[in-house]
């Protein structure tokens, strides 16, 4: 089975802080995304990388920057967090190719206070 | 710019109904796909289609692709208590190899006994 693990479920931050995400999948993919859920809005891109130190800009980058130094491993960074930046962050996984699904981490809920 | 729109948002029925989700997309799109997303959990995908006229079916779950019309629909047929779930839609553009997708806003589907 495709495994994506994210680093924490659960996060508290003040703002301001510097906040790190990480995501680990452990099935060889090439390509990772970062993606953040709100109520109403469905999931938006922020981030996505086609291979290691390769990255996209999604559909909402700003205020978030991205690395990805090994194959496996994914982070999403909040350079300084605001309030606005409270959400649910997803990460995913596939391999190249256009006849394949994203594979999703459980997600981790960010709260900026 | 790719946008993808579901309706309805909320759908509530009976067991034993059949119903459809609609997913229209603004522009031409690789790949079309769709997910299922319990409570406090990840996403799972469902359908994977790839083409003008797929059908896919799994269990009481049918999904279609129309690329012409830019619509995909997912008919739940005889609905049972277990697929009380949000329902996305996702319409994919290659790029670098890797999917990129565009969510619809999603679809939160209750079946009452």
């Known amino acids: 089975d495709v495994k994506v693990t994210q680093s924490s479920r659960y996060l508290v931050k003040r703002t301001g802080e510097k906040v790190f995400l990480e995501c680990v999948q452990d099935m060889d993919h090439e390509n990772m995304f970062w993606y953040r859920q709100d109520p109403g809005l469905g999931l938006r891109l922020i981030y996505f990388?086609?291979?290691?130190?390769?990255?996209e800009k999604g559909d909402i980058p700003e205020g978030y920057s991205v690395s990805r130094e090994k194959k496996e491993r994914f982070s999403l960074i909040l350079e300084s967090a605001s309030t606005n930046q409270t959400s649910m962050y997803l990460c995913?996984?596939?391999?190249?190719?256009?006849?394949?699904?994203?594979?999703f981490g459980q997600g981790t809920r960010l709260t900026v206070v | 710019e790719l946008k993808v729109e579901q309706n309805p948002l909320f759908l509530s029925m009976q067991e034993g109904k059949n119903y459809t989700i609609y997913c229209n997309y603004s522009t031409t799109s690789d790949r079309l796909y769709w997910y299922r997303q319990d409570p406090g959990k990840s996403l799972e995908s469902l359908f994977v289609l790839l083409s003008n006229g797929a059908v896919k079916q799994e269990g009481r779950l049918m999904a279609s692709l129309d690329t012409k019309a830019r619509l995909s629909t997912l008919h739940i047929t005889a609905a049972v208590h277990d697929l009380s779930a949000t329902y996305f839609c996702a319409a994919g553009s290659l790029i670098q190899g890797a999917q990129k997708l565009v969510f619809g806003q999603g679809t939160r589907l209750t079946i009452n006994p």
């Open positions: 990388s086609y291979d290691v130190k390769m990255k």
């Open positions: 995913a996984s596939s391999i190249s190719g256009s006849r394949t699904e994203a594979f």
